[in-house]
């Protein structure tokens, strides 16, 4: 498929959301990082932290996608969306349970890669 294709069956606003959509992949793990790190003053618990949404969203990954399968694309990336912000705004508030917002973070992130290379 082309890129010409691509933009006349799915419009020209793909691209610039196909970007912001991908851009919580790099930005979550590092920004709990340095979060934790500001908090906590322990690095070592900081990069355990930053870790984890990493790993959770390898192991959520496959579980997302059986969803999507099941329920539709446009649910399942709208539910985990709205529940990645909302994990992602209790690790901010949440100061005992950082570690446990963060894994929660990494498990609700929507897998936008592969919702979108189905289009």
């Known amino acids: 498929m082309s890129y010409r294709t691509l933009v006349s ?3 020209i606003g793909f691209f610039p ?3 912001c959509a ?3 992949y790099a930005m979550a793990p590092l920004a709990t990082l340095i979060l934790i790190d500001d908090a906590t003053a322990s690095f070592t618990f900081a ?3 930053g870790a984890a949404p990493s790993v959770a969203m390898a192991v959520s990954g496959p579980v997302i996608g059986e969803l999507a399968d099941r329920f ?3 649910a ?4 985990t969306a709205l529940a990645n912000i ?3 705004l209790g690790l901010l ?3 005992d349970a950082r570690l446990i917002m963060a894994v929660l973070a990494g498990l609700s992130q929507p897998q936008v890669g592969p919702l979108v290379r189905v289009f």
Do not use: K, M, N
């Open 9 to 11: 069956s799915a419009g």
């Open 86 to 88: 909302a994990a992602l």
């Open 47 to 49: 990069r355990l932290a």
């Open 17 to 19: 959301l196909g970007f």
């Open 72 to 74: 539709g694309h446009r």
């Open 76 to 79: 399942v990336g709208v539910t």
């Open 93 to 95: 508030v949440l100061a």
């Open 22 to 24: 991908r851009l919580p």
